[in-house]
């Protein structure tokens, strides 16, 4: 089991720069498209698309494994949101992959009878129930490290003076505190995203990654340009954590 593991990392960068080509290939067919290209051009690049799509296809057989190890690790971790988002968001993944390798049996003809439209939307919908709770726990670790942030400064700074009270001092008019807050959460936001950046790619990544099944399911169609917009987004983030371990989120 770990020498597949270890095998089908290997091949994990290969995928993530077919799959950003696939969706450069969107976005350019949406370009070309609005532009007025040649009716030729566009099919030409619409099967370079379906063709990196099989590649990647290809690359991710046997996956389910390596998310069902992934969901084994997770189970033991001690925080109950994190263990409770990321052995789901893995089980999710492992089933995500297996509607993946069926439907390329049936697109390269091994296996004729498979109804591609039907394990096309299972497919996307376990992505999005994988996505949803990788947001969760993107959230949640955020909450954890602002709430950190702020009793450390809180720590850190002065306390307020007082004032005595007068009996001919005026009361305090009440100062409107709504937007001091926001403000100050906002500031806490930025420095802990800053600090922090495998939670803000990891973030980024999982925010542009959802849009694709929400278009695929029907569930909010944005149009193939944005799509292959965030698709190629969240790819090149992806590449980075490949080629800079320490930006990948851990656990």
Not at 152 to 176: I, M, N
Request: charged share 20%; net charge positive; with cysteine.
């Amino acid at each position: 089991m770990e020498s597949w593991v270890r095998f089908n990392s290997q091949s994990q960068a290969k995928e993530r720069i077919i799959r950003a080509a696939q969706y450069a290939c969107t976005l350019l067919g949406y370009t070309l498209q609005n532009g007025g290209a040649a009716a030729d051009l566009l099919h030409t690049v619409s099967q370079l698309e379906a063709h990196m799509s099989l590649s990647r296809k290809l690359l991710r057989l046997g996956n389910s494994v390596e998310a069902l190890e992934a969901a084994k690790r997770a189970i033991h971790l001690s925080d109950g949101v994190l263990r409770l988002c990321l052995t789901i968001s893995h089980l999710n993944r492992a089933m995500y992959f297996a509607c993946d390798n069926i439907l390329w049996a049936g697109k390269t003809g091994l296996v004729p009878e498979v109804d591609l439209q039907k394990w096309s939307q299972r497919s996307f919908r376990y992505y999005l129930f994988t996505l949803i709770l990788n947001l969760t726990r993107d959230v949640y670790e955020l909450h954890l490290l602002m709430d950190r942030e702020a009793r450390y400064r809180a720590s850190k700074s002065p306390p307020s003076a007082q004032p005595s009270p007068s009996l001919s001092a005026d009361p305090p008019s009440p100062a409107p505190e709504a937007l001091p807050w926001l403000s100050r959460q906002l500031h806490l936001l930025v420095t802990v995203l800053y600090s922090n950046p495998p939670l803000l790619l990891d973030l980024l990544k999982n925010l542009c990654d959802i849009f694709i099944p929400l278009d695929r399911l029907g569930i909010r169609p944005t149009g193939s340009g944005f799509v292959g917009a965030c698709g190629l987004t969240s790819s090149l983030l992806s590449i980075a954590t490949i080629l800079h371990p320490w930006l990948k989120l851990k656990p």
